[in-house]
């Protein structure tokens, strides 16, 4: 794409400050009429917060900013939609009761006097979905849709508005691989018809699949932009964390032994009472690492609480060595040596008000290593702590640091540190590097493997392929409380696996 | 107790179910209102009792009875834009806010009423609301008379029931309400100004509790005493609640309280050998009965209790 032509949007000097973190540093960006430009970064490298600014939402400290050249001053989210651009968060936001057409239409000027105009809407909408293939029924309550089919109401909804730059924050995140592929058109129909996106991602292969140029930030500073035709995978990870990176993770072979967790015809509904899992089997051995995909929501979330102890199935045996798990029991999946670290570290893993010393023995405080006369231990739990915290090379001011001043990945490895310390013989790990760099995330792969090198069973569930292929000894995919099928790690294909994700048979 | 079947009796009740259920009609939809944007106003019964206050004090000075019921909105509004001040604009907790205001208003109430009457040893009056009867319909019968003799704050009452359906759901206005309510996030990027949205909720919602209030010293009664409201404010919060803070259904809600209210006055004349006390008590319990049934089921809006502000942690 040309430097030729005259920038849409332009950016110069842009500085942001959040309290004491610089979350953007004297950036310039350009952005082309008719191009995909990817935005490609680590997490906390400023991307999102550049394209809120670009969107009105947060202001800038210094920098100037021009849309189709004229300077603007965007104070609020209406000032750039009114400019044309429109941005699609990443954990878009929702209003589940109300229909597709209330939520398009919102605060877009239509119909008469102070009456919403349901009718012209309606027409206008489906003209959209005739050109761009977004197909939705404009009646439907945004709770019966599906993550994808909110995404398009997203666009809908900016295209309503007369978007013409339109800003995508991560949007492959939630979807399976086929609504990616839908996703992909349908932004190379809109940039055809001159139109512009940004496209935000940390992921590489879908950068270069889809964007025309490629902007790579770190730590709140542009470090490089490059044509995706004159690039590589292999050049923009570099960019992106600064350093070379492992080149794939090596992985030992190793001979699965005894089984250590099964789950025998588990059956659950969820909180609203609906069928969540139904009739699953699995086995998982002593070294083996039992990879399982699936979009979320698709039963893992109660999996996982059922096999922590915090959610009673409607049928079925969870096994764990040769012992039968007590369900809705906490305490018995502990006392069966099962390392869990959950989906949710901060909601559901880590009490983040107590220090890092308090959550790493909060499972095992009342063992008698701990205390005695039900007086703590002190000066036992503070060299257990500090063994933790040097082993796992967690980054905090001390053992005493409150643990909400922890940063992503260093709460992760105080949950791992937590989980780990016991030499647990089954590990169930949901999510354990969504939202993690890849620093950090290389350092999950590695303690995972070594754990499987210990003689653990593993169960990891994951949203992300990359990781499931990368560490998986077997893959079961799950999709509506089933497993839709198993292949080997080695032998497993995307597509196959991708086609399960979507929930069609072989 | 064949008293009871008949169509005076019958009649009688209907009038008086109207009646009773008025304060709480516009009680009701002004909370239905504030909490549609995501307020919880607690400030409710303060509201009213200032509102009660506010209504006769003007009345008894000016002699004009519609200036009262002008006086008593203004008020709910003051009160409605320092309740917006303290949980939209400082974002503070709701209940805190909503308590404070309450409290404040009941001291206020009393104070200010003091310091133009004194204490007299019978209260003033002034010379109530008369009941207007509307010709043909109140010929119907059985339900005619009882359904169409009543104070014209009442007919207001009924009209605002459908107004209030069709702001909510049918003009740019109410789906702004209602998206503010829902998710702050999605109003605010498509342009909507969420702090003037609940303060404009919250000043028009006042204005409704209070001439809610205003209807017992006006209408209900002739005179102000201090426990005027006796909690018809909470009521209202359990009637929006009741009717998941749709305008409809919460004014059903309304009407079987009004209904019951009017049972039990009937009851106590009627001469049965109980305490007077348990019929009090009647529309209350059945109150907390009906909650326990539906709150299970409820639609609370998703933002409601949320101070909303944009800048809050960094991306």
Not at chain 1, 217 to 227: F, I, K, T
Request: aromatic share 6%; glycine share 10%; net charge negative.
């Amino acid at each position: 794409m040309g430097d030729t032509q005259t920038p849409v949007v332009r950016m110069s000097g842009i500085t942001k400050h959040f309290l004491d973190v610089t979350a953007n540093k004297d950036i310039t960006f350009h952005l082309y009429p008719g191009e995909i430009c990817a935005l490609l970064g680590e997490n906390g490298a400023g991307k999102t917060t550049l394209m809120n600014i670009l969107f009105g939402y947060y202001t800038c400290d210094e920098g100037e900013i021009f849309i189709k050249g004229e300077k603007a001053n965007l104070s609020a989210p209406k000032d750039a939609i009114s400019r044309g651009v429109g941005m699609i968060h990443q954990h878009f936001a929702l209003v589940p009761s109300h229909t597709v057409l209330e939520i398009i239409i919102i605060g877009a000027d239509s119909g008469r006097g102070i009456f919403l105009d349901f009718k012209t809407a309606r027409q206008e909408i489906l003209q959209f979905q005739e050109r761009f293939g977004l197909k939705i029924d404009p009646d439907a309550r945004v709770w019966t849709l599906s993550v994808g089919e909110q995404q398009k109401v997203e666009i809908l909804k900016a295209l309503y508005r007369d978007v013409d730059i339109l800003i995508m924050d991560e949007p492959t995140a939630v979807l399976a691989p086929s609504e990616t592929e839908e996703l992909f058109k349908t932004l190379r129909s809109l940039v055809e018809e001159g139109r512009s996106v940004v496209f935000i991602s940390h992921k590489l292969n879908e950068v270069m699949d889809i964007s025309d140029r490629i902007v790579v930030l770190r730590a709140g500073r542009v470090v490089a932009e490059r044509n995706t035709a004159e690039t590589n995978t292999r050049e923009l990870a570099n960019l992106m964390v600064g350093r070379d990176l492992l080149e794939s993770i090596e992985k030992k072979t190793l001979e699965p032994g005894q089984p250590v967790l099964e789950i025998i015809d588990l059956g659950a509904v969820d909180d609203k009472n609906l069928p969540a899992i139904t009739n699953l089997n699995l086995v998982v051995r002593q070294n083996e690492i039992l990879g399982m995909a699936g979009i979320s929501g698709n039963g893992q979330t109660e999996l996982c609480e059922i096999i922590f102890g915090m959610r009673a199935p409607t049928d079925g045996i969870i096994k764990v060595g040769n012992s039968p798990l007590k369900f809705g029991s906490p305490a018995s999946a502990i006392k069966l040596r099962m390392g869990r670290i959950p989906e949710d570290r901060i909601g559901t893993g880590l009490m983040m008000d107590l220090s890092v010393e308090e959550n790493m023995i909060l499972e095992n405080h009342t063992s008698s290593d701990f205390h005695r006369y039900g007086l703590m231990k002190s000066k036992k739990i503070r060299q257990f702590s500090d063994d933790l915290i040097s082993a796992y090379s967690i980054t905090t001011a001390g053992r005493d640091a409150a643990t909400k001043s922890l940063s992503g990945g260093n709460l992760q490895k105080v949950m791992l540190a937590r989980e780990l310390s016991g030499g647990p013989a089954v590990i169930v790990a949901s999510q354990p590097t969504r939202g993690l760099d890849v620093g950090a995330m290389e350092y999950i792969h590695q303690r995972i493997l070594k754990e499987r090198e210990r003689g653990a069973g593993i169960l990891l569930i994951s949203e992300d392929l990359d990781e499931i292929f990368a560490l998986s000894d077997r893959i079961v995919v799950i999709y509506e409380g089933k497993i839709m099928g198993e292949a080997s790690g080695a032998e497993a294909s995307r597509e196959q696996i991708g086609l399960w994700m979507s929930g069609v048979e072989k | 107790m064949s008293e009871i079947l008949d169509i005076a009796f019958v009649s009688g009740l209907i009038g008086a179910t109207m009646r009773m259920a008025t304060p709480l009609i516009f009680a009701t939809l002004g909370e239905i209102l504030a909490e549609r944007s995501g307020v919880l106003n607690l400030g409710i019964e303060g509201i009213m009792l200032m509102g009660a206050m506010t209504g006769f004090l003007v009345t008894f000075s000016s002699g004009s009875i519609w200036s009262g019921v002008l006086a008593a909105a203004v008020v709910g509004m003051i009160l409605g834009l320092l309740m917006a001040f303290l949980a939209v604009n400082l974002g503070l907790s709701q209940h805190v806010s909503g308590l404070g205001i309450t409290l404040f208003a009941a001291g206020l109430a009393m104070f200010i009423y003091r310091l133009h009457f004194g204490s007299p040893t019978v209260p003033p009056i002034i010379q109530p609301f008369k009941q207007i009867t509307l010709p043909v319909l109140s010929e119907i019968p059985v339900i005619g008379p009882g359904l169409f003799t009543q104070y014209s704050l009442t007919y207001i009452a009924w009209l605002l029931v459908p107004v209030m359906s069709i702001l909510l759901y049918k003009t740019k206005l109410g789906l702004k309400i209602r998206t503010v309510g829902e998710n702050p996030v999605v109003a605010d990027t498509v342009g909507v100004n969420v702090a003037l949205t609940r303060t404009l909720c919250l000043v028009i919602g006042g204005a409704l509790m209070g001439v809610g209030g205003a209807f017992l010293t006006l209408a209900h009664q002739n005179m102000f005493l201090i426990e005027v409201i006796g909690g018809r404010g909470w009521v209202a919060i359990a009637m929006v609640i009741f009717g998941n803070w749709d305008p409809v259904k919460g004014t059903i809600g309304t009407l079987i309280f009004g209904f019951l209210d009017g049972l039990q006055l009937r009851l106590q004349g009627v001469g049965i050998a109980i305490p007077f006390h348990v019929f009090l008590m009647i529309p209350y319990l059945l109150t907390i009965v009906a909650l326990i049934s539906v709150s299970r089921r409820a639609a609370v809006p998703a933002a409601l209790l949320k101070a909303y502000r944009r800048e809050e942690k960094g991306g």
